[in-house]
């Protein structure tokens, strides 16, 4: 039982530079979110998908697009990357959106745009 | 205004000692706390959720003052292992997502 996954570890793009994250749990739950963390920021949500199907914006989607491939995985595209997207991007899952049940984290994705 | 503040610490406790973070909220909508645990360059994981009446898990207790829109986490007999990022969460009462703070440092040493 793995969790929550996540693909790569770490990345370094150029500006300009496109990439997808990959995100998989095999919790069979039915929400999953991608969050980022900055230094004294906190995680901020950037997109969320409540069940398979749906996806809806978070604090901060602009930049970003998600793709709910399944109900195990969900994937997070910067389609041009921006100096101010270089931060750590977890995703994570839960049972149901909206109530405020425990999320289980992926171990994150380190990313460097230069 | 951020939604959830805490104080960034660090907080530098000895092995054994007792410590305190408070967390405060804007949001008097918000409906459920939680407090959840970073370890450096590690995933948070969920430490305990905090109830109305206060409640205890082993050596940590919470406390929630709705008057005060503050939650507190109080850890005794601090361990080595203690050392981390504790992350304090609402469940935001506006569009029921989870906001997270920024995180308080504790680091315990021998």
């Known amino acids: 039982n793995a969790g929550v996954t996540q693909t790569p570890k770490f990345q370094v793009l150029k500006t300009g530079q496109s990439m997808t994250l990959q995100c998989a749990q095999d919790?069979?739950?039915?929400?999953m979110y991608w969050y980022r963390q900055d230094p004294g920021m906190g995680l901020r949500l950037i997109y969320y998908s409540a069940s398979e199907g749906t996806t809806d914006k978070g604090e901060v989607p602009n930049g970003y697009n998600v793709s709910r491939l399944n109900k195990r995985e969900f994937s997070l595209r910067l389609e041009s990357a921006a100096p101010s997207q270089t931060s750590v991007y977890f995703c994570?899952?839960?049972?149901?959106?909206?109530?405020?049940?425990?999320?289980?984290f992926g171990p994150g994705t380190r990313l460097l745009v230069l | 205004r951020k939604e959830v503040e805490q104080d960034p610490g660090p907080f530098n406790v000895p092995e054994g000692a007792t410590v305190a973070f408070n967390c405060t909220y804007s949001n008097s909508a918000s409906q459920s706390f939680f407090w959840y645990r970073q370890d450096c360059r590690k995933e948070p994981k969920l430490l305990m959720s905090v109830y109305s009446s206060g409640n205890e898990d082993g050596r940590f207790t919470a406390q929630l003052n709705r008057a005060s829109q503050y939650i507190s986490l109080l850890i005794r007999d601090s361990k080595l292992s203690d050392s981390a990022t504790y992350l304090c969460v609402a469940l935001s009462g506006g569009y029921n997502k989870l906001i997270f703070g920024a995180g308080t440092r504790l680091a315990v040493h021998p």
């Open positions: 994570a899952s839960s049972e149901r959106a909206h109530t405020g049940e425990t999320q289980y």
């Open positions: 919790m069979n739950h039915n929400s």
